[in-house]
């Protein structure tokens, strides 16, 4: 009984202050060859009548010197990962790794930025619209190709819902509810049925402008075409208007710029032609002005526009369209450090 009295005392004034005072207590307590367990071993020599009184002692003293290990185990722990430098609070915080913004919307809003610099509105709209906003207002022909399904997502019919196929759904929109002068762009994602390869794909973006007041020329639309090519892409960059036909502007025109992914010479991207398409503009055809309650005899004006992944193309000079909407995050994270 003394020696358990003893043991006592010992376990009560050991100091456990660090790792290896804690490695010297498990020796001397609870190790095989301790006194503690020297004590375990004896109590089949203690007398019958008062080995159930022994046991009850020495088991209490052994959890007792247990509680003491694991709590004095667990307290060096968690002050030791300070010490020995798994945590060092006065270092200087970890920067967070942050994501960038993917290269189309990089692109739509420097698009944006240009043409508001020189005195465009930005204007939202709905992605799903009706056939008067998307087709009707814009004087399409009841027999058009796009009015098609193999042409266009409807959503359903009579009326016709579709998935918008331009933003000039938007421009119809803005006609119906404001008055001349008129200086809007309208970006946003697009929908066609069409098939996906290197230089399309069935959803993509467009930025559309639209310019409404009087003595509005095709000239004026040039020179501002001209410009944003220039901020886009450069001083050197060249521009080229070819004639074309769109239901709602007359004259209308195809955008050209000049290749710089290859300079000129040629590659899959202009179709070794030296030049890229990027936008279909004109002058708005009086009927759509009509349509939208402006008078014709009064304003004239002008629309563009852009396809967003055909610029970004030729500003980061990729060759495949495809890579924009397969987000592997090696090809986007190229775009994190740019603006």
Known sequence: ???????????????????????????????????????????KNIAPEERKQYGILV?????KAQNIYDQSKEKLESSVSYSVGL??????????????????????????????????????????????????????AEEHPARDMQDTFF??????????????????RVMENEKPPIRVICPGRVYRNEAITSRAHCMFHQVEGLYIAENVSFAEMEQTLFYFAKQMFGEGTK?????????????????????????????????????????GCGMVDPNVLENCNIDSTIYTGYAFGIGIERMT????????????????????QQFQAVK
Request: charged letters at 25%.
């Open 87 to 140: 945590t060092d609070v006065t270092r200087s915080a970890k920067g967070i790794e942050l994501g960038g913004l993917h290269p189309i919307s990089i692109v739509m809003n420097e698009v944006c930025e240009i043409f508001e610099a020189i005195g465009f509105s930005r204007v939202p709209g709905p992605e799903i619209d009706d056939d008067w906003h998307i087709f009707s207002a814009l004087n399409f």
């Open 1 to 43: 009984m003394s020696k358990i009295q003893q043991l006592h005392t010992e376990i009560d004034n050991f100091v456990i202050d660090s790792v290896e005072k804690l490695e010297q207590y498990r020796l001397q307590f609870l190790s095989k060859k301790s006194e503690l367990q020297s004590l375990l071993s004896d109590i």
């Open 239 to 279: 521009i080229r208007l070819r004639p074309s036909y769109f239901p709602f502007t007359e004259p209308s025109a195809e955008m050209d710029v000049s290749c710089n992914i290859c300079g000129g010479s040629g590659c899959a991207l202009c179709k070794n032609s030296g030049w890229v398409e990027i936008m």
């Open 59 to 63: 088991n209490e003293l052994k959890q």
């Open 155 to 172: 959503v359903h019919t009579n009326p016709d819902i579709a998935l918008r196929t331009h933003t000039s759904s938007l421009q119809v």
């Open 313 to 332: 193309q030729v500003k980061y000079k990729t060759n495949d369209i495809r890579l924009f909407f397969e987000n592997d995050v090696r090809f986007l």
